[in-house]
């Protein structure tokens, strides 16, 4: 494995309501708008490498004036298991705050994975969040079906009664047993109440599950009143290759209010789940650099 390059971050601490919240700022520190990475599962500042391309095209781009930020969530890194997509907004209502508070004209939120349901949830009208100035979703993929991938859905089904059991004792904090888990989350302890949101048809991460009535999914996507884009990944190793990758995202822009999704949205050709391939993440790059462009 080569040895990554270094690079220069501007950090910022900031008032949330995680301990010791920093926001880390790649690019120009006097552009005039924000661009907040919200990673997913398992992800923390700087795990995907795509969003400091992003930062290099935006600061080579004379007709926008963008920097990146990253920050830590309550959720990053290995604490996803025992938190929930209100913390997420919570945390994401201090950064917004707080880019306001320094002169930003625009912040755009751009989440990947399950940062895309945190996206969803912050325009829920429960949480009377900050306005922000649009949204960009990159791999929106059910974690249920991502899941089920690698369990298999009778194992899955079987860890789901499991994990409402617990809840229905009131023992939602208790921790899953790893035989109740997929190989790849075996090192992160997750509560019942957590696991129950992510896999459940009714959990209440389930924001992108193709089986979603249009009048259940259509509630969520006619929330958002600003512009957004929608990427999916070509080759995205966490969706079913009997998806219709392109049809679903298309779906999607038609629940959306007249207007609001850009015609800019679709699937990165060839690219994996982290867009890690050099010629998708130049396409993501150029992408996200014209849907800013559109943002008046």
Not at 85 to 91: E, I, T
Not at 253 to 277: D, F, M, Q, W, Y
Request: net charge negative; charged share 20%.
């Amino acid at each position: 494995m080569s040895t990554p390059n270094t690079f220069t971050t501007t950090v910022h601490p900031f008032p949330s309501p995680t301990p010791h919240a920093c926001a880390y700022e790649i690019g120009p520190q006097n552009a005039k708008n924000s661009l907040v990475f919200i990673g997913g599962l398992g992800d923390g500042p700087h795990t995907v490498p795509y969003t400091r391309a992003i930062a290099k095209r935006l600061e080579e781009d004379t007709s926008v004036s963008y920097s990146m930020f990253e920050f830590r969530l309550k959720s990053s890194y290995s604490a996803f298991g025992f938190a929930r997509l209100v913390d997420d907004v919570a945390d994401i209502t201090a950064l917004v705050k707080y880019l306001r508070s320094i002169g930003k004209e625009r912040v755009i939120l751009m989440g990947h994975s399950t940062g895309c349901q945190d996206c969803l949830e912050y325009t829920a009208p429960a949480h009377d969040t900050p306005p922000v100035d649009g949204y960009i979703l990159q791999a929106p993929v059910c974690d249920r079906d991502a899941i089920a991938l690698e369990m298999g859905n009778d194992q899955l089904e079987k860890s789901i009664a499991a994990a409402k059991k617990l809840i229905d004792a009131g023992r939602s904090h208790e921790r899953m047993t790893l035989t109740q888990l997929p190989g790849f989350m075996q090192d992160t302890p997750i509560s019942a109440w957590r696991w129950y949101s992510l896999v459940a048809a009714d959990g209440e991460d389930n924001y992108f599950s193709p089986d979603l009535t249009d009048e259940v999914a259509a509630s969520y996507w006619k929330r958002i009143g600003k512009p957004l884009l929608i990427l999916h990944s070509g080759n995205d190793e966490f969706i079913p290759d009997s998806l219709d990758k392109e049809g679903l995202v298309n779906h999607w822009r038609e629940l959306c209010n007249p207007g609001i999704a850009s015609k800019l949205s679709g699937t990165i050709p060839g690219a994996t789940h982290n867009v890690e391939e050099p010629e998708a993440e130049d396409w993501l790059c150029s992408t996200v650099a014209k849907f800013l462009q559109s943002i008046k």
